[in-house]
């Protein structure tokens, strides 16, 4: 049993920051005898977030990698789509391109300080989509090895209407729980209640009834760790906190309808009971009791195939609980499903190229899992485990 309690001590940082580096990413040389490139951003409104990037830093120094240390901030990226030109905003960003080119690793640490920063810059952010769309064509093709870290910033906390205390609270108990042995336990069963399946299809007291194809695409599992087998067909992705068991639907596949109680969505806003309909895998309707207008934006600001099914995925996180829109612990919460929606290229190994990819979670407390008619899940939890 994962021991809980409060702020991570230095001694926990140092640990997982090894574990991270080493264990997780497996940062070091390369095939041809030189050493990695590890770009590392990070929130830097949070000490506790810089101190603990200073960590993973010094653990890519310890196995002779290069790195390049960014801070990065909500305040700033405002700032920037507020000041810059809009012909400067709709041109490639040639040092995003250069690094996209040629780092090895990607880290980043954080959240958004302030995940409401886009709000009245719908028009400038979807300028500069196309770019982000490419750049992250770019780090896909390359095999580019990631992880997203996150980590309980303050004014996140504050922007999902979340006690700070408690936010952090949960955040890092969730972080606690990602290399644990309940987790890993969660992940095999549902690893292998997908694996081989062709229709999967949730069902719940809300009305949802959605069904979609799985057929010959990878179960895919984010349990803390690459392994060789992962690095060697291509899932080059992590997110911390872990905890999950993912698949990218066949595309086209998706029809009926899903309702979620809650979405929010970093940069727009927060929806309350919103309701989508999916024919031939694209969302074709939506309505929402509170909200539906920051789905509208979200869709007029994103670009390709960002209204088109992408995910199914399942929480495994025991240690994770609702912050109210941190999506990389709201989607590992064990009892839950998430269906998304953009892109998928790169680790999903899916086609849908987008600008965004769109979390949306589901509790399963009322609701199933099928797997070709076979129930994997009940109530939101697994049935043969």
Same mark, same amino acid.
């Given at each position: $049993?994962?021991? $809980?309690?409060? =702020?991570? +001590? ?11 580096? !080493? ?7 390369? %095939? ?61 960003? %040639? ?18 300080? @302030? ?5 009245? *810059? ?29 980590? %309980?910033?303050?004014?996140?906390? &504050? ?5 700070? =205390? ?15 042995? =309940? ?7 549902? !690893? ?10 949730? !069902? ?39 905890? &999950?068991?993912?698949?990218? %639907? *066949? ?24 309701? *989508? ?21 979200? *869709? ?44 998928? +290229? ?5 086609? @849908? ?6 979390? $949306? ?6 609701? &199933?899992?099928?797997?070709?008619? &076979?129930?994997? $899940? ?8």
């Amino acid at each position: $049993m994962v021991e $809980m309690a409060g =702020e991570l +001590t230095d001694k926990e940082m140092e640990e997982l920051a090894g574990k991270l580096i !080493r264990e997780s990413l497996k940062v070091g040389r390369k %095939p041809d005898g030189s050493f990695e490139a590890v770009r590392i951003t990070y929130n830097a409104t949070d000490p506790t977030c810089e101190r603990f990037a200073l960590k993973v830093e010094e653990e890519c120094w310890k196995v002779g990698a290069h790195t390049l240390l960014l801070p990065y901030s909500s305040a700033r990226q405002k700032a920037r789509f507020t000041l810059s030109p809009e012909e400067s905003l709709a041109q490639m960003n %040639p040092m995003a391109e250069a690094l996209a080119k040629t780092i090895d690793v990607s880290i980043y640490i954080g959240e958004e300080d @302030n995940p409401n920063w886009s709000q009245n *810059l719908t028009d400038r952010v979807k300028l500069a989509a196309p770019h982000k769309q490419k750049l992250r064509e770019i780090l896909d093709q390359r095999k580019v090895r990631w992880v997203y870290f996150g980590w %309980p910033i303050p004014g996140a906390a &504050e922007g999902y209407g979340c006690p700070v =205390e408690k936010f952090r609270e949960i955040f890092f108990n969730s972080i606690r729980f990602s290399f644990s042995e =309940e987790v890993r336990r969660l992940c095999h069963y549902y !690893r292998q209640a997908l694996e081989g399946g062709d229709q999967v299809t949730i !069902r719940a007291e809300d009305g949802t009834n959605l069904t979609f194809n799985i057929k010959g695409r990878p179960i895919l599992v984010d349990d803390g760790y690459l392994s060789e087998e992962d690095i060697a067909r291509g899932d080059v992705g992590l997110n911390i906190p872990s905890g &999950e068991v993912f698949v990218a %639907p *066949l595309e086209e596949t998706a029809e009926g309808v899903i309702k979620f109680g809650r979405v929010a969505i970093p940069g727009f806003g927060k929806i309350r009971g919103l309701k *989508l309909v999916f024919r031939e895998g694209r969302v074709v309707e939506y309505e929402a009791q509170e909200g539906v207008e920051v789905f509208s934006r979200f *869709l007029e600001a994103n670009t390709g195939d960002k209204d088109r099914i992408a995910e199914l995925g399942i929480g495994c996180n025991p240690g994770a609980e609702y912050t109210g829109g941190s999506i990389i612990v709201d989607e590992k919460i064990y009892g839950t499903i998430h269906i998304a929606i953009g892109s998928n +290229t790169g680790a999903y190994h899916g086609k @849908n190229k987008a600008s965004s990819h769109l979390d $949306m979670i589901k509790d399963m407390s009322r609701g &199933e899992l099928l797997v070709d008619g &076979e129930t994997v $899940m009940r109530g939101g939890k697994p049935v043969n485990l």
